[in-house]
């Protein structure tokens, strides 16, 4: 089944704890803390496959989350790492947050994009001992992993494009010069997935095809297959437009083709500086040889245009070697970004830490990456880890703005979920 848009959940492994503990051996006097660091949880990574064809994957599995890091034990020992979760896509994968952002374009095999970054192993108390306390009696919890929900599109890989209107003849065209085995019928209809295969002049000249869903008026627009299809013409080096040269055809051969290119202008305004040729299809039908004459008239000076019979296979060689002469002029189609391993990066701006706000229950609600994350990493049962934390929120000027926002001794705090009652 093909499938090229998926919608997924992704979170990083959490960091282990850290341990609370003391040496004990005998012949060692007072020998302090010993708790070691827990292990950083593993990352969600995207990998590319140029084995892969499809997202079909994604439809029966959408929440993917990674190892979390093992926790510190006694005598310093720290916690193994997490284990990163590998996501194979395939190659032309464009990976997107919730809001639209790119995150990745990946477009070969083996590249790499960490989505989802492990937390940080939470430190163990042996971290924590100065000159004032040789003794702490608390550690940190892990740091969580980072988690997004992700929008995944594929845009098929090929050298060469097949377009045009439902019934053009495209799938036939495919099926005669590749193994590929699209749907053909004897009646209307059009394709609704794409189809890939691979042409083969000789040893030493090959290059992919690609069939792809038909277009319709105002696919621009989003009506029909819409961006569906035009999405994958994206990736296409050369586009071929199949035009129903018959007297059967709905749309004069001309209008069609004008249709067609204004629709992928409308999408994108560089489409149409794409190498083009031009399939004239159906030449063993009624009326086909009037039809190309007229329309020869109209486009020869600006366009190639190649005679040709998809059912008897009559002008595809021809057509064919043009296109392995197109493409080796043609320019390679650039990714929205760079090779290679990719790793999202958040930018924290300098300025107030925290946001504060009071809810219709009275109750003060703290928000804030770094409050958020201290009270997540802070061991809520141990009093000695929760005055750590109050120490901090006290030098951060957590506790000084909620005074100026009005806080009374006895009112309700809550950050990350979790309530406090706040006294002076």
């Known amino acids: 089944m093909f499938c090229d848009y998926a919608k997924i959940y992704v979170k990083g492994g959490d960091g282990g704890n850290g341990a609370v503990a003391f040496r004990r051996e005998k012949y060692v006097p007072l020998g302090g803390p010993a708790g070691g660091d827990g292990g950083r949880g593993g990352s969600v990574v995207f990998v590319g496959d140029k084995s892969l064809t499809t997202l079909a994957d994604f439809k029966y599995r959408r929440h993917y989350k990674a190892e979390r890091g093992a926790n510190g034990m006694a005598k310093g020992m720290h916690g193994a790492y997490g284990e990163d979760m590998l996501i194979s896509v395939p190659a032309g994968t464009v990976i997107r947050d ?17 989505a989802a970054k492990g937390g940080r192993g939470g430190r163990g108390n042996i971290r924590f001992a100065s000159g004032r306390d040789k003794a702490p009696a608390y550690a940190e919890n892990g740091e ?32 005669r010069v590749t193994a590929a085995t699209p749907k053909i019928a004897a009646y209307p209809f059009t394709t609704l997935e794409p189809n890939l295969g691979m042409v083969r002049l000789d040893d030493e000249s090959s290059f992919v095809i690609a069939d792809l869903p038909g277009l319709i008026e105002g696919a621009a627009s989003g009506i029909g297959l819409g961006h569906r299809f035009l999405r994958h013409a994206e990736r296409n080096r050369v586009l071929v437009h199949v035009l129903d040269m018959s007297e059967f055809a709905a749309r004069a051969a001309a209008e069609s083709f004008e249709l067609i290119n204004e629709e992928l202008s409308l999408y994108r305004e560089n489409f149409l500086q794409r190498p083009m040729l031009v399939a004239a299809n159906k030449m063993d039908m009624p009326g086909a040889e009037d039809n190309l004459a007229e329309f020869s008239r109209r486009y020869a000076d600006k366009y190639r245009i190649f005679p040709v019979s998809a059912l008897s296979g009559d002008g595809l060689p021809q057509l064919l070697w043009a296109l392995k002469e197109q493409l080796e002029a043609a320019p390679m189609i650039e990714p929205a970004l760079d090779g290679g391993e990719q790793t999202r990066h958040t930018l924290v701006r300098a300025g107030q830490p925290f946001d504060i706000e009071r809810d219709e229950d009275g109750v003060w609600q703290v928000s804030g990456a770094r409050v958020e994350k201290l009270v997540a990493m802070t061991d809520l049962d141990n009093e000695d880890a929760v005055l750590r934390m109050q120490r901090i929120f006290v030098k951060m000027g957590l506790e000084e703005a ?17 309530e406090f009652e706040y006294s002076e």
Do not use: F, H
């Open 144 to 175: 969580p992993g980072e988690e997004l929900w992700l929008i995944l599109e594929l845009k098929l890989i090929a050298d060469v494009g097949l377009i045009g209107l439902p019934n053009a003849g495209k799938s036939t065209l495919l099926s």
């Open 402 to 418: 909620l005074i100026e926002a009005g806080v009374e001794p006895g009112d309700t705090v809550s950050i990350c979920g979790r």
């Open 98 to 114: 919730a809001d639209g952002k790119l995150l990745a374009d990946i477009t070969a095999d083996g590249q790499r994009l960490v």
